[in-house]
T-cell receptor, first 113, second 113 residues
Framework: AQSVTQLGSHVSVSEGALVLLRCNYSSSVPPYLFWYVQYPNQGLQLLLKYTSAATLVKGINGFEAEFKKSETSFHLTKPSAHMSDAAEYFCAVLGGGADGLTFGKGTHLIIQP | NAGVTQTPKFQVLKTGQSMTLQCAQDMNHEYMSWYRQDPGMGLRLIHYSVGAGITDQGEVPNGYNVSRSTTEDFPLRLLSAAPSQTSVYFC????????????FGAGSRLTVL
């Protein structure tokens, strides 16, 4: 079985500041990990995914995430926040089998001008 | 390309009524799934299908039925709606099960009175 914990249901940063969204996972097998973004009234879009090829994964819109097995973490970062980054962010894990992704509860990112 | 199309976008039902949420994809994806999204709960898997004629239950299947008669369509049926089924429903597909990226529909917002 697998699970994901996202720390902080709401994160607020100033425009231009570092964005850090935290995700810790639990999986009984080597995991595949994903970050998705959801803009208001839209479906989810993939930001990036980890499939064991490289521990530092670069995604769209300047986001990246680092897989740390020792910490069971997959935190999402962006060096400089932009107003357009305001959205809901979901971390998800696929631990094997065909039973789909397990999503975290989401983190709402607020960008202060 | 249309991607994943969900209809209707909005629906209001009375308790005990039945309805079907439609999902169609034009990408020849074998894997399709239904999630529900509730505030503070993230996305939870309802049912999934790894190919035509094959369906299975996810994390929260009670009160929902699915079928997969064609590769393209994966309808979700509520036989007797309950207020607890008020939610936003997302259909998602991928080429196969496993570490493939899910393509999400725009969502269907259902309110049960």
């Amino acid at each position: 079985a697998q699970s994901v914990t996202q720390l902080g249901s709401h994160v607020s940063v100033s425009e231009g500041a570092l964005v850090l969204l935290r995700c810790n996972y639990s999986s009984s097998v080597p995991p595949y990990l994903f970050w998705y973004v959801q803009y208001p009234n839209q479906g989810l879009q993939l930001l990036l995914k980890y499939t064991s090829a490289a521990t530092l994964v670069k995604g769209i819109n300047g986001f990246e995430a680092e897989f740390k097995k020792s910490e069971t973490s997959f935190h999402l970062t962006k060096p400089s926040a932009h107003m357009s980054d305001a959205a809901e962010y979901f971390c998800a894990v696929l631990g094997g089998g065909a039973d789909g992704l397990t999503f975290g509860k989401g983190t709402h990112l607020i960008i202060q001008p | 390309n249309a991607g994943v199309t969900q209809t209707p976008k909005f629906q209001v039902l009375k308790t005990g009524q039945s309805m079907t949420l439609q999902c169609a994809q034009d990408m020849n994806h074998e894997y399709m799934s239904w999630y529900r999204q509730d505030p503070g709960m993230g996305l939870r898997l309802i049912h999934y299908s790894v190919g035509a004629g094959i369906t299975d239950q996810g994390e929260v299947p009670n009160g929902y039925n699915v079928s997969r008669s064609t590769t393209e369509d994966f309808p979700l049926r509520l036989l007797s709606a309950a207020p607890s089924q008020t939610s936003v429903y997302f259909c998602a597909s991928s080429p196969t099960s496993g570490a493939n990226v899910l393509t999400f529909g725009a969502g269907s917002r259902l309110t049960v009175l």
